[in-house]
């Protein structure tokens, strides 16, 4: 049964993330980008919004806590490979800063607004993600 | 202050929405990567759910001239592609690939990832750290 109901809370959880970019657009003027909000934290270019970008991370960070609390608890099936988390962290990690941009800012925010930025990062990030599973799943046996 | 209440309101909904779709779940996420083998199609609903509002938020911000709260709305979309939007993505989708998170679900797992989950947030930061030389000599090579 929560097989089939996935796409649904797939629908709704869509439907909220891109209400939440919507809203930081509108009110703040901004664009909802996961890596850039934290990497301009982590490399100084956003001293100036440094406020703003706590408030959405902690933002970020208490909702999802207080949600899995009252749902009795939440998974996140992390692989316990720690070479593989640290390799992983840090290949998301550069990668969006080379590109400037992530699932939420080239996905969410650029596709709807036809940026051909953000339709070709989709394509090659989904691409890679794909050639890995392939790779390391099927092939290695790793994931 | 209003800006960061509505900061802090605008990273809650993100990651309610997050938890809710599956994103912070990574034998979902590697599910709908994993087109070879037991395919799952949840993200690209979460993806399409997503792009509907804003699509209306995009049309909505290209009628006014300021935010809410006064911002110039975000500059045009930049045509220009590039090494690093390319090298950039190819490596954030191999590490997405790898352990199932990307850096929003990375951040909205914080309280219930366990210590898997913070060592991907600190290596992911460590990452974000070194980058801008990497992406600086990426653009100087281009240029030449």
Not at chain 2, 108 to 119: D, I, R, Y
Request: charge should be positive; hydrophobic fraction near 55%; glycine fraction near 18%.
């Amino acid at each position: 049964m929560m097989i089939e109901m996935d796409w649904v809370w797939g629908l709704i959880g869509g439907l909220m993330i891109g209400g939440a970019a919507a809203l930081f657009l509108l009110v703040n003027g901004r664009i909802m980008g996961a890596s850039g909000i934290l990497g301009g934290l982590v490399d100084g270019t956003g001293r100036g919004t440094s406020a703003e970008r706590l408030a959405f991370i902690g933002g970020l960070i208490v909702a999802p806590a207080v949600l899995a609390l009252l749902m009795g608890g939440a998974q996140t099936n992390i692989t316990a490979n720690p070479v593989v988390i640290i390799a992983a962290g840090l290949l998301v990690g550069i990668g969006t800063r080379l590109a400037n941009g992530c699932t939420s800012g080239h996905g969410v925010c650029g596709i709807s607004r036809l940026s051909l930025r953000g339709i070709v990062a989709t394509v090659f990030y989904l691409l890679a993600g794909g050639l890995m599973m392939v790779t390391f799943r099927h092939v290695l046996g790793v994931i | 202050m209003k800006r960061n209440i509505f900061a802090f309101l605008a990273g809650g909904l993100f990651g309610v929405g997050l938890l809710v779709s599956g994103m912070t779940d990574t034998t979902k996420v590697q599910g709908w990567l994993d087109v070879f083998g037991a395919w799952d199609p949840t993200l690209a609903f979460v993806l399409g759910g997503a792009i509907l509002p804003m699509a209306v938020a995009w049309r909505v911000a290209a009628r006014r001239s300021t935010s809410v709260l006064g911002d110039a709305m975000p500059a045009k979309t930049d045509p220009r592609l590039g090494a690093n939007l390319v090298v950039g993505s190819v490596l954030f989708g191999m590490g997405w690939g790898l352990a199932g998170l990307c850096p929003g679900p990375a951040m909205a797992s914080l309280s219930f990832g366990g210590w898997g989950g913070m060592l991907f947030l600190v290596a992911m930061g460590a990452g974000m750290y070194v980058a801008p030389p990497l992406r600086a000599r990426i653009a100087q090579h281009e240029a030449a």
